[in-house]
């Protein structure tokens, strides 16, 4: 039976239609790792790239990725256990990393960047100029729960190859125990190795995190260490 969802916006759960593991799972990661997304890159993306390539360039420690950041609180704490890492805090919407600056940047935190970018292209260009990470975290990435929109989950597109080229350890959260499932078993079709388990935080560092845990929900996450 599928673990209750929540809504992004509120905290009230909601149904799925999907009852269990996707049935094109297998077939669609298979696809997608034998063939290499090649969507041509457009101007923005590349421009947005080239605005944190020579931070990264000139940065002489761990890369760390917060993919989908949102407003980058995550990021921050991220980047404050992490202190000899560059943390770089990706999101595509322009009003969520606006909203850190009012709330949650602090200065004396130097050792992170937030960019607005789309991942679809972001990641294929982190791969293309070699860039590995030690770290990479997906938490709670939009779960896109109706089964039709599959191939719209991390997991069900074209990027999931680029992430595994990224390497690093990877840590993927949400509070659907599919998404999780699904997860770790398109890492297990890739040869990876992964875990899956129930997350209790100590310390919440999204507000999705917090409102989830706060109103009785189910946290789960996927780790493993991609070779």
């Known amino acids: 039976m599928t673990a209750p969802?929540?809504?992004?916006?509120?905290?009230?759960?909601?149904?799925?239609?999907?009852?269990?593991?996707?049935?094109?799972?297998?077939?669609?990661?298979?696809?997608?790792?034998?063939?290499?997304?090649?969507?041509?890159?457009?101007?923005?993306?590349?421009s947005d790239f080239k605005a944190v390539e020579k931070t990264v360039e000139q940065h002489t420690g761990p890369l760390i990725f917060d993919s989908f950041c949102g407003v980058g609180e995550s990021t921050l704490r991220i980047a404050e256990q992490h202190p000899d890492a560059l943390v770089i805090g990706i999101d595509k919407s322009v009003f969520r990393l606006g909203?850190?600056?009012?709330?949650?940047?602090?200065?004396?935190?130097?050792?992170?960047?937030?960019l607005r970018a789309d991942t679809d292209d972001f990641w294929r260009l982190a791969v293309d100029a070699g860039w590995q990470l030690e770290k990479h975290f997906l938490l709670y990435p939009n779960p896109w729960p109706k089964s039709s929109h599959f191939k719209r989950r991390v997991h069900g597109s074209p990027l999931f190859s680029s992430?595994?080229?990224?390497?690093?350890?990877?840590?993927?959260r949400s509070n659907w125990a599919l998404y999780i499932e699904e997860f770790t078993l398109a890492l297990s079709i890739a040869g990876q190795t992964a875990t899956q388990q129930p997350y209790l935080p100590d310390t919440t560092i999204t507000p999705f995190e917090r409102k989830y845990q706060g109103s009785g929900q189910s946290l789960w996450r996927c780790v493993s260490t991609l070779d």
């Open 5 to 46: 969802l929540l809504n992004r916006n509120c905290s009230r759960p909601v149904s799925s239609n999907q009852h269990g593991v996707h049935p094109q799972l297998e077939k669609v990661v298979r696809r997608h790792l034998a063939k290499p997304f090649q969507r041509p890159y457009p101007h923005y993306a590349i």
């Open 163 to 172: 992430l595994l080229k990224l390497g690093g350890k990877l840590e993927v």
């Open 99 to 114: 909203k850190h600056e009012q709330g949650y940047q602090l200065p004396e935190q130097d050792n992170y960047r937030l």
